[in-house]
Every structure is written in C-alpha cells, then in structure tokens.
C-alpha cells in the first residue's frame, strides 16, 4: 500500500530537481513530521529539506502575528472590555470568564470567513432587538441593558484587534484574517518560490483567498486526497467542499484535479457492536493480539471519543513493543490537578472555620495523604469529637507535628490574597514533588501544575483585577481545561493510537475505530454560538450540516486506502443518544461495493440467569467461642430482634464486632435524638422513683427541659451544632417530646388515676438457662419504666420512631420470632419476663409510647386469637411460657453450629 503523502512526494521528486527551493504547506504539524518521515526514505540524493509547515505556521508567518494562547487572551479581552466605553455595565471577572469564550469563538469564525464585522454586528444588534421586541417606553432597564451590550459589541471587537495588534498577537481568527489581507504584499517579496499545499479538504474563506492567491503565480500546486467514487455521487458529504472547489477555482480550470481510485480496491470491514465503552477498548485489545509485528507496523486505533485512552492502554497486550500516541490526556481529571481545584474552590470561603467535609475532601485526596501522612488519624478524630467546623488551630491538634508546615499552607488564612494563593499552592507542589519519585505521570503533572501556576502569577503583576482567590480558581480552571500530559514514543514506529483529527493525510492498511456512534462521528449539533442558524446563513458562516461533511470526509478518508477495517460501536441504551451506531455504518452497507465485505459481529456480555448465592458464614470453633461469651454475658432484646430481621448481620455487628465506619453526624440522627430524649426523661423522673407523682412535680420538671436538652445535646451531640438549622429544629423536637410526655402524666394525674413510679432505665438481667446448650445463658436488657397505675404494674418501653397498636399485637407466637415486624412486641416481651422474675409479679401490663403517636397514649401489647378477635393486654405466667418457648428456639437457632449465619432479604 502506498499512502497518499508517499504519492505526493513521488510527484514532487519528478517535477522539482532541487526540492529544497519548495514551500510544504500541510494541514497539522503531525502530517508534516510524517511527510519528512516518508521524504527521508524516498529522496535519493542529499538534498537540503525543503520548508515544510503547518497551515497555522503559514498564517502567522504571513501576517506577521503569533496566536495567542487562551488564558493571555482571556485576560487581554478582560482589560479591553472593562476599558470599552460602549459597554455601560461591567461585570466581574468570574462573571464574565463564563460566557467570553463563546463570544470569542464567534469572532474566531467571521475572521475566518472575512465577514464585513460592521455589517455583520448590524445584523446582530437588529435580532436581538426583535427577539425582546417592545416599544422604548416599555422597556425595561435590563433589557435596555441587554440591547447596548450587543449594540456594543462592533467597539469591543475592533479595541480587542487594536489592542492584540500593537503587541503582534491575535486570536486564531484574527490572524487568518491579516494573512488573507497580506498576502498580496508576501508573494511580491516570495512568490517566486514554489509552495506546496497537501490534503486539505474543508477551507475557510481566509484559507481559499490565501491558496488561490498563490496558486495564480503559476509556481504553486495543491494536491488534493480526492476519490473518483465520492466524486461521481454528486450528494455525497464526503466530496462536498472538493467539488465546490473543483468547480469554482480558477486553477483547476487548467489544472483539472487528479481522482484516485483507492476506494473501489477490496476491503474487510468488520461492524462490532459492544456493550459499554470500556468493553470497546478491551475488544480492541483482543484483535491487536492477534496481529503480527509487521502488521502493527501499519495499524491506527482511531479514538472517535477520546476518553477511552485510559482504558485502551489497559488493554494493550503485553507484547507489542511499540506505540505511539498521538494525543495527550488531559490533567484536569488527575487526583493532583482535583486536590488544587478543591484547595482554591474552599479558600473562596471567607470563614474562620472549615466545614468538615471540605477538610475530608483534602485529606482524602491521594495528594492530600502524601502532603499530611496523618490525614487519617485527623479524620477519624474529627469524627469521633463530630465537629462540623473546625479553625486551623483544631485541625493541627489532632495531627503529627511533621504535618504542620503542610496543614498551614493548606488550611491557613489566605485572607483572599491571590498572591499568598499563588505562593502557598506552589510550595505544596514542590513538597508534593519530593513525595512522587516512583509515579511518572504524577510527576509530569505537578509540573505542569507548577507551570500553570507560575503563568497565573507573572499574569497578575500585568492585570490589576486579578484580585481574588476566585479570579485565580477562574484562571487555574481555564488553563487546566486545555493542558494535557504527552506520551513520549516514535512518532513514526509500531502501533498508532490517535484522535480522529490527527489522522489527516495518514493512511494505514489497518485501522481499528472506536466509538462509531452518532455524537461522535459526526459530533452532533452544538449549541456554543450567539449566532443564529438563519444569521450564519446569511453570512456564509459553516453550519452543523457543513461540519458533519467534514466529519464524513476524515471518516471515509481513513478508508481510502485501507484493507482492513475494524468499526466498534456502543450499543448500550443508557444515556442520551447512546446505542446509536454512526450513519456512516448505515451508509456503508446501505451503498455497498461490491468490492468491499462487511462482517457482522454482536459482542453479548455473559448473561447469569442463577440469583447470586446469599451471603453466609458457618459456626467455626472460633465463632462459637464468641457466642458463648455473648450468651454469658446476656443476650439483649436488640441483639435478638437484630438476629430476626437479618442473621448476616447479626454475625458482622454482634459476633464479629464489624460497626459503620465512624462519620461526622452533620444533622442529628434518631438513635442520637432517641438517647437525649431517654437520657432528659431518666433525669427528671428517677429522683421520683418510690413516690408517687404529683401534679406540682410535673409542672416544675417542664420549667427545666430547655435547660436539661441543651445539656444532653452538648453531651450526645459533641462538637455538633444544633443552635442553627436542621438541628435547631430537632432541638424543638426533643423538648416537644418530654413536654408531651409530662403534659400526658398530668392528664392522667388530672384524671384521678394514681401513678407511682418503681423504676427508671433500670438495667436487668435473667438467666435462662438451656438444657441443651453447654453454656450458661442469659438475657439482659435496660427497660425505660416500670410504674404502677392504678396499682397494675405497667413496663413502658420509649420510642421516639412512630409506633402504631398493631406493631404490639400477636395473633401467630411462632411470627414473633421469624418476622421482623413484631420486633417491638418482643422486646416489650423479654422486659416483662425480665420483671417478672426479679419482682415475682404474676400479672402485668407491657407496652410502648411512642413520642410521634403520643395522641394513643399507652400501647399496649396484646394477644388475639384471630385478626377481629378480642385483645388480651394482661401479661400472665402463660403469656411468658409462650414467649419462653419461642426465645428458647431462637437462642438454640443462634448458638447451633450446624446452622449458619444466612443474609436474609430485608
């Protein structure tokens, strides 16, 4: 196979003796460092090298411009909009950075395609003016605002170039535009010499006026990468700028273009469609293994979305020796450039304190672990003290005094100092440095975060508004948007990984391309423009169907000369417009040569139709050791009703003592409301126990809750702070909880019932003993009240949750201990066996007040023989023999070896 440029090149050694006298204008940088590559093997006498560029290089060399990068012409456009008259209303710099590029972009493109800027803003200004139509007396100040500021835009184009000129930059645009006004004046001082323009297709006006122009001093030639095939349909989008140009070009009046014919020879395609873009790369790994050495040599993997690089190299196989890869990855996504986003995004708080998820987000950075290698340890003492804010001074006690310099820079007062910003984040990346000696790429991308940084602060000494840690974040994101980190490699050796755009002019015999799917090839519309459909027709400015022919003309043209074509796709639905193959497959088999075969493939993940096996864990010696010590020392109603609702994590939480990792508790949970709520109620009621209550008694405890729940929350709350929002209003819940439930016993007392309290979160224990266990066993648990009421003996169970009558009534005793929904009953149960038998009581009365369903009062438990049967609410000796029966085989199921700890489905 002989690739176009190796064509070309053949052609100028034919017609030129002496090709160092020659001007090679091509594309891309990368098409000219392959042409040199294919000039050195074909030349065959020394020779100078001719003046080989890039169409960029060929514009500025004309103009006499250089193109200015984005963060200088961010900040350049800044200056000249504050400093544009026209403009009535400035907005700050952070504002003003999130709409700028679009409107730069715009003049990027009416540059490009020499638009009349004065005719064209005209044009501007009268839409937008119809599009908030109204008369002048109706209008409001934001919408007169609204109409200068596009009626503005002529004055801040025309001081942008002004001001870009006089210091010799210019936006890409721009720049076009003065080489397409210049060029006259440099054929008169060049135009002798012969320049050479190789494989454009899709041409700005800038670009035609430029190439035309030269081609009419008789010396110059274009060579362009065209096919007959393409050619003799005249619809089709991959011959459309071509044909255009064929036609309307007075060069090619004379000089009729030169068609090939590559497209018709035979080729392979392969249309592969994979679930998942990661599955994708992995697929494309398994056809590289398969290939030769030398059928390496001539392979491009073709990225159509290029963030599937990462995976793509994963699945490289191990043996090929040599890769190139053309495109770079971006350094935004990387753990160091994110640790920097957060450290600028949390320094834009003006606080005295730090919010502790912001301190986490820092520590738990990779970075953040290396720089500060007691992170850990801060975290897990910030959360057991749950603070939720915390000064540097908080911070710095809790960590190793090594990393105090680093929790100074990190978490010291920058006081909205962009310099201190800017010194503080480069010391951090000189210390980072130290710390990465082993990871390359971590290395590489410190450094080009010190270099962002150091471009940041020669910046700020020339542009006075950058005067604020936000302006430096705005900045520091723009900059790291367009950085990437490059792979070292022979450009022109082994195997080529590269972007769709890079591959113009290259032609190679194999080609693998990814993501052929519709949003990638073509791209799909976008959105990122102020002007308007109709306005870029009126203009001649490319419209998205132009765009998806360039798109259809780098696709086919991947195809001319290759024999083996591999074409991936997603097929996955997930996502919008996912799953879509490309219409350029669809054409392809739809249009198909007869030349060409395509093979269709479907790659189907495996498919489990078996449910995965639940989680279990067997009774080894060791875990029956431990359950005899939980059955010594007493198993508690919530550890029981625990084993009920799932066994598994009985096992994790109970036996092996495996709890949810410690975090700080940022709103008051309920088990946190449930304990101060008990903690306030056995405070005011267990100096009263032995006596019986009085309404005096009552009234007096109410005067004291906001005391006694600010002094609980302080206690069970910690660091927490519940003097403001949520918490607050939780605060106002747990007061409203005891006043309730003291306003109820007031009720009761006003109602001539008689309550005499016997105890108050008394802690019980049994044993309960079983003959066929090797062990002793016992129950134990601390109940919340025991009262006599009316000289029945009632055991009161809290519960802040919401409880209804049901919840404590039995119909079937063999439910209560298979299903979790009577687990309330059965622990008011295992109280009153509790009770009874350290108090020798025969009959009793057991059951919950719920605080979220006080308006029932006391719920209590009962028995039914059927659903509308009566309820029995007395607790007697046989009531307990059924309870007994049934724990008894609940314990002897718990401590059985022969049965396994089984995850239940909750």
């Not at 720049?175 to 060029?183: G, L």
């Not at 035609?208 to 989008?237: G, P």
């Not at 000369?561 to 996912?578: D, F, K, P, Q, V």
């Not at 009566?870 to 059985?896: G, Q, Y």
């Amino acid at each position: 196979m002989q690739t176009f440029l190796e064509e070309t090149i053949d052609d100028l050694l034919q017609k030129h003796n002496d090709v160092s006298q020659l001007t090679i204008i091509l594309p891309s940088k990368r098409a000219g460092g392959f042409f040199k590559n294919y000039l050195r093997k074909q030349i065959r006498k020394t020779s100078f090298q001719p003046k080989i560029i890039s169409i960029e290089e060929f514009v500025e060399i004309i103009s006499d411009l250089t193109i200015i990068d984005n963060t200088q012409l961010l900040l350049k456009s800044y200056l000249v909009y504050r400093n544009t008259d026209a403009i009535p209303e400035k907005e700050e710099f952070e504002t003003y950075s999130s709409w700028i590029q679009t409107l730069l972009n715009d003049f990027n493109e009416i540059d490009r395609y020499l638009v009349d800027p004065e005719q064209f803003f005209n044009y501007l200004g009268s839409i937008k003016s119809l599009e908030k139509w109204s008369l002048p007396e109706d209008q409001t100040d934001f919408i007169r605002n609204y109409l200068t500021f596009w009626n503005s835009l002529p004055a801040f184009y025309q001081n942008l170039r002004d001001d870009l000129l006089k210091d010799g930059f210019g936006y890409q645009g721009m720049v076009y535009r003065k080489a397409a006004e210049e060029v006259e004046h440099y054929i008169s001082v060049h135009g002798d010499k012969p320049h050479i323009f190789i494989g454009f297709n899709a041409l700005n006006k800038a670009e035609q006026t430029i190439i035309k122009e030269l081609l009419e001093t008789s010396n110059s030639e274009i060579y362009w990468d065209a096919e007959s095939h393409f050619f003799n349909q005249s619809s089709h989008s991959a011959s459309k700028f071509m044909s255009a140009y064929f036609e309307t070009w007075k060069y090619h009046i004379n000089s009729k273009p030169i068609l090939g014919n590559n497209f018709d020879q035979p080729k392979a395609f392969r249309f592969i469609e994979v679930p998942q873009n990661v599955a994708q790369a992995k697929y494309a790994g398994n056809i590289l293994a398969r290939m030769t050495r030398e059928a390496l040599e001539n392979t491009a993997v073709v990225l159509a979305d290029e963030s599937l690089l990462t995976p793509l190299l994963y699945s490289l196989p191990s043996d090929i020796e040599s890769v190139n890869i053309t495109m770079g990855v971006p350094i935004q996504n990387f753990h160091v450039s994110l640790f920097f986003q957060t450290l600028l995004q949390i320094h834009q708080k003006h606080s005295a304190k730090w919010y502790y998820k912001d301190v986490f987000r820092l520590l738990n950075n990779p970075m953040g672990s290396k720089l500060v290698p007691s992170s850990a340890g801060i975290i897990d003492k910030i959360s057991a003290q749950n603070y939720t804010y915390l000064s540097l001074e908080q911070i710095i006690t809790f960590a190793d005094e090594d990393d105090i310099e680093n929790l100074n820079l990190l978490f010291g007062n920058w006081r909205d100092d962009p310099k201190k910003a800017l010194h503080n984040s480069k010391i951090l990346l000189v210390n980072l440095k130290k710390l990465t000696k082993q990871n390359a790429m971590e290395k590489v991308t410190v450094f080009e975060l010190y270099k962002t940084f150091k471009n940041i602060e020669i910046q700020l000494n020339s542009f006075p508004y950058i005067s604020s840690i936000k302006t430096i974040y705005a900045l520091f994101q723009e900059a790291i948007s367009h950085a990437t980190v490059d792979f070292k490699g022979d450009a022109y050796k082994g195997l080529q990984i590269m972007g769709v755009l890079e591959t113009r002019v290259l032609d190679f015999k194999n080609v693998i391309m990814l993501s052929v799917n519709e949003g990638f090839l073509p791209s799909g519309k976008s959105n990122t423009s102020f002007i308007t459909y109709d306005l870029k027709k009126e203009f001649e400015l490319p419209l998205f169907t132009d765009k998806d022919a360039i798109y259809t003309y780098h696709f086919y043209h991947l195809l001319h000369r290759a024999e083996n074509i591999w074409l991936l796709y997603n097929n996955s639905s997930e996502g919008l417009g996912a799953g879509e193959k490309s219409r350029y497959m669809l054409q392809l088999d739809i249009e198909r040569h007869p030349n060409h075969t395509i093979e269709k493939q479907v790659v189907s993940p495996p498919i489990s139709i078996t449910d995965s096996p639940a989680l279990s864990a067997a009774k080894t010696p060791a875990v029956m050791d431990r359950l005899k010590a939980i059955a010594e020392k007493g198993f508690s109603p919530s550890a029981l009703t625990a084993y009920i609702r799932n066994p598994f994590d009985f096992y994790l939480s109970r036996v092996l003592g495996i709890n949810e990792t410690e975090e700080v508790e940022e709103t008051v949970d309920y088990q946190t409301l449930g304990t101060i709520v008990h903690n306030c109620l056995e405070t005011f009621y267990e100096p009263l126990v032995g006596v019986k209550l009085e309404i005096s008694q009552l009234v007096a405890m109410k005067e004291k809750v906001q005391e006694e729940v600010t002094r609980e929350f302080e206690r069970s709350f910690l660091k927490g702070e519940f003097r403001k929002g949520k918490n607050l209003l939780i605060f106002e819940v747990a007061k409203r909880y005891i006043e309730n439930l003291i306003n109820l016993d007031i009720t009761e007392l006003q109602n001539g019932h008689r309550i005499k309290l016997l105890q108050i979160e008394s802690k019980l224990s049994i044993p309960f003993n079983l003959a066929e266990l090797p062990f002793p066993v016992n129950i134990q648990g601390t109940v919340d009240r025991v009262d006599e009421f009316d000289g029945s003996v009632r055991i009161i169970d809290y519960k802040t949750g919401n409880v209804s009558q049901s919840d404590v009534e039995i119909i079937n005793w063999e439910e209560l201990t298979s299903d979790y929904k009577f687990s309330k009953a059965f622990q008011i149960l295992s109280y009153a066996m509790m009770i009874h038998d350290q108090d020798a009581i025969n009959t009793s009365e057991a059951g919950i007040i719920s605080f979220k369903n006080l308006n029932r009062g006391f719920l209590k438990f009962g028995t039914k023989t059927s659903s509308h049967g009566p309820r029995n609410n007395r607790i007697s000796e046989d009531t307990l023999h059924l309870f007994a029966a049934e724990l008894k085989k609940l314990v002897l199921e718990i401590c059985d070896p022969a049965i396994p700890f089984i995850e239940k489905e909750v």
